[in-house]
């Protein structure tokens, strides 16, 4: 027995002396024709030559069927005890398909020969040269073969002891056939018998070991190592080296068997993708050192082969049991989930459509009680500019001198950009008792409408009186400012307040003298107060000291914070809020006038500078269309915004209020209103989007809670009935014998059934 250093092949089972290797090279050259006559036999082709004679191609005379024809030219150096073996072992089991047959014996002529049937496909060492790795199933299935083979050799009462890939001949169909029976024993045979390394199981290699089937085993197994993986079990340059370095055959084996069974269990095979686990677990135990963890005959081997056929076989339907009702799970689940997905949203479109509506009926109604809440200031406007001693006051004031010459230089500074200053003309105006005493009654009269008064009532920012040229003559503050920042002396004709237009002109270039004051009660447009940073609205109303005059003598102005409008008061992080937009067209369009949260600004004294927030233009145009919008309210970018985020649903409606006077008045119906214009302002009612769709919300979740709980019942009876199913198959797998008998008699017995 050796191994070569260059690879898996040139195994042999027994040395050859030196001289006999020098036959065997003669003999090959000088093969020119057969040793002798075969009778019956036609031999026409050399096929090789051995340590110990030739082997030819004949043919048979008879049934021209091929054979090969061994012949043994040597006596001298042949075991004839060995040689006897193997012919007696082909012999006996030469019926068999898995063993090449032996036709006939010559044992009495000169020199001996035997027939055997011609293997053309050659060895399955042949195979695996040209092919290292082989199909996973081509390999279990040749596996397959060899253990049929080795088992009805076994149950014969014969052990090969030498199983390796080249003493496994292939024929025209692949099918295997063992091959070289030189090592065989009886198993009642007590003779050791050496086989091949790294085939040769450890136990195996001693020199006075007793034969047993699980060396076939062992050997078996490697072959299919071998067939899958590429490589042997085992076999590294280490041990190699060490067994060449080995003085005697006695070093050798023990080298050898100490290696294999000090090495852990090789492992390619379990790394390979393409080996499943009981293929992996047949082969990890096949070649276990200890043949105490290995298959005690083939026929154990085989039994594992038909449990994997079966659990494969049973995996299609396993699989399909499982996935079967998981893609009925999941076919239900997906038209479920689809199901409760469209019926939310058609639940969602018809609640939102409701939510517009409603939203619509709702701004409809702000703008209406916007109106009149405008139309009661208008009324209180006319009150107040009429209220006696107040028109009585400013006629005195109006009819001082010091008075007269101040407003007389203060229209000479031609522009209202020039007043803004202290000037002298101002200083001069502001010290005017009368002017001082128009002062205490307008501070008067403007503190029955502070913030300390019941909310149902108006609420008043200030109180101011203008001449017919727009010059502050007097105001009163419901709060206290600076000298600087009262506007008394200071002319303001550029204001919407003062000329009813709907922007104000530029003050830089406006000429004192030439803008004619309003003659009718009039709502300006809003504008943000220097001081508070609040946004305003004035309500103005004319003054006629004769039912002669035909232009007004002053103007009465009274200012509102947009929001103290009770209207637009509405609580910080409701679901439902009204916000009063700009209208007017321009680059200020869609700017927010009044929101909560400047109301919320505003009671905790934050003053927010001249920040300012805008709806962006293409939601500006859709809300002006009146249009079903997700609206994005901009004051929840702002760092005290968070309770404004989110999608909210928004519709906008146009405040109309009196504007315009009725035609042909006179005298004292000067200064009433008729209703039918618009304001620049738009009331928008926003409902919280996630609050009209809470109610489907709630249904879906609980339509999906329903819906998993079902499903996950389903999967749980399915896999508790898969489970059981599985459990009963291995079961009744576990019911065959595990350790078949080892006698001859008993494996004979076994295999015949």
């Known amino acids: 027995m050796e191994d070569s250093d260059n690879g898996v092949d040139n195994e042999e089972t027994e040395f050859q002396t030196v001289g006999g290797q020098s036959t065997s090279k003669k003999l090959s050259v000088q093969a020119t024709t057969p040793p002798a006559e075969v009778p019956g036999y036609r031999l026409n082709q050399f096929l090789g030559a051995g340590a110990f004679g030739q082997v030819w191609v004949g043919r048979d005379l008879n049934t021209g069927r091929q054979v090969a024809v061994k012949f043994y030219l040597h006596r001298g150096g042949v075991n004839w005890s060995l040689l006897s073996r193997e012919v007696k072992n082909l012999v006996q089991l030469s019926a068999d398909r898995y063993v090449v047959q032996v036709l006939e014996v010559g044992w009495d002529a000169d020199p001996p020969y035997y027939v055997m049937e011609l293997i053309e496909g050659g060895s399955l060492e042949d195979l695996l040269r040209s092919r290292p790795r082989l199909p996973v199933a081509e390999a279990v299935e040749m596996f397959r073969k060899i253990c049929t083979g080795l088992n009805r050799c076994h149950a014969k009462g014969v052990l090969h002891c030498d199983i390796k890939p080249a003493n496994i001949l292939l024929g025209d169909d692949s099918e295997p056939r063992l091959a070289d029976f030189g090592q065989s024993r009886f198993s009642d045979d007590q003779s050791p018998a050496l086989g091949t390394m790294f085939y040769m199981a450890p136990e195996q290699a001693e020199l006075n070991a007793t034969p047993d089937a699980s060396w076939d085993v062992y050997s078996a197994g490697v072959i299919m190592y071998r067939m899958v993986t590429g490589s042997l079990p085992y076999r590294d340059r280490q041990l190699l080296e060490s067994l060449d370095s080995a003085g005697s ?61 079966a659990t494969r076989l049973r995996r299609p339907l396993m699989l399909l049991g499982i ?146 040229k727009g010059t502050i003559l007097s105001i009163a503050y419901n709060e206290p400012i600076n000298k600087t920042e009262n506007s008394a002396g200071k002319n303001f004709c550029y204001r919407t307040y003062f000329h009813g237009g709907s922007v104000d002109l530029p003050k830089e270039k406006t000429e004192i003298g030439e803008v004619d004051p309003l003659t009718w009660t009039h709502l300006s447009a809003a504008f943000q107060s220097t001081a508070t940073r609040l946004w305003k609205v004035a309500v103005s109303t004319p003054i006629y000291f004769s039912d002669a005059s035909k232009t007004p003598d002053a103007l009465f102005v009274m200012t509102i914070n947009l929001g103290d409008f009770r209207l637009l008061q509405s609580k910080q992080g409701g679901n ?155 079961n009744s797998s576990r019911g065959r014998p595990k350790h078949p008998p080892k006698s001859a008699t008993e494996i004979e017995t076994l295999t015949l059934k």
Not at 260 to 275: A, F, M, W, Y
Not at 333 to 360: C, D, M, P, V
């Open 323 to 468: 996935v079967g009702p998981l893609l009925v799970l999941l076919a239900t689940t997906l038209f479920g989930s689809r199901s409760i997905q469209y019926a939310s949203e058609q639940a969602l479109q018809a609640l939102r459509k409701e939510a517009t509506g409603s939203n619509q009926l709702a701004a409809a109604f702000a703008a209406q009680t916007l109106e009149a809440e405008i139309e009661r200031y208008f009324q209180l406007s006319r009150d107040e500019a009429s209220y006696p001693p107040f028109v009585s006051q400013l006629k005195t004031t109006l009819q001082s001198e010091t008075i007269s010459q101040s407003l007389d230089e203060i229209v000479a500074m031609k522009t209202p950009a020039d007043t803004l200053g202290d000037t002298a003309a101002r200083q001069r105006l502001l010290a005017v008792e009368a002017r001082q005493q128009l002062d205490v009654i307008l501070a008067d009269r403007l503190s029955r409408y502070s913030q300390s008064y019941k909310p149902q009532q108006p609420r008043l920012a200030t109180m101011f009186v203008t001449d017919a």
């Open 249 to 309: 055959l006695k070093e050798k084996l023990h080298h050898y068997r100490s290696t294999i069974r000090s090495s852990p269990i090789p492992d390619e095979h379990l790394q390979s993708s393409d080996v499943d686990r009981p293929l992996a677990r047949i082969i990890s135990k096949c070649i276990a050192a200890n043949p105490e963890h290995r298959y005690a005959n083939v026929q154990q081997i085989q039994q594992d082969l038909l449990r994997r056929d």
């Open 576 to 730: 439902q809020l009204a916000v009063l937009v700009e209208a007017r067209e321009g680059i200020a369009q869609g700017t927010i006038l009044q929101h909560p949260l400047m109301d919320e600004r505003r009671l905790g004294d934050k003053k927010r500078g001249s920040e300012k927030y805008q709806i962006k233009p293409q939601t500006m145009q859709l809300l002006l269309q009146g249009g079903d919008v997700d609206y994005e309210d901009p004051l929840s970018e702002a760092n005290d915004g968070d309770s404004f985020s989110g999608t909210w649903i928004a519709t906008m409606q146009p405040v109309a209020v009196p504007q315009r006077p009725i035609d042909g008045e006179t005298g004292s119906d000067r200064g009433h209103t008729n209703v039918g214009g618009e304001t620049d302002l738009l009331v928008m009612v926003q409902y919280r989007l996630a609050k009209v769709l809470e109610p489907v919300d709630q249904m879906r979740r609980a339509l999906l809670w329903e819906g998993a709980a079902a499903i996950g019942s389903i999967l749980a009876v399915t896999l508790t009935l898969w489970f059981l199913v599985r459990r009963t198959g291995n």
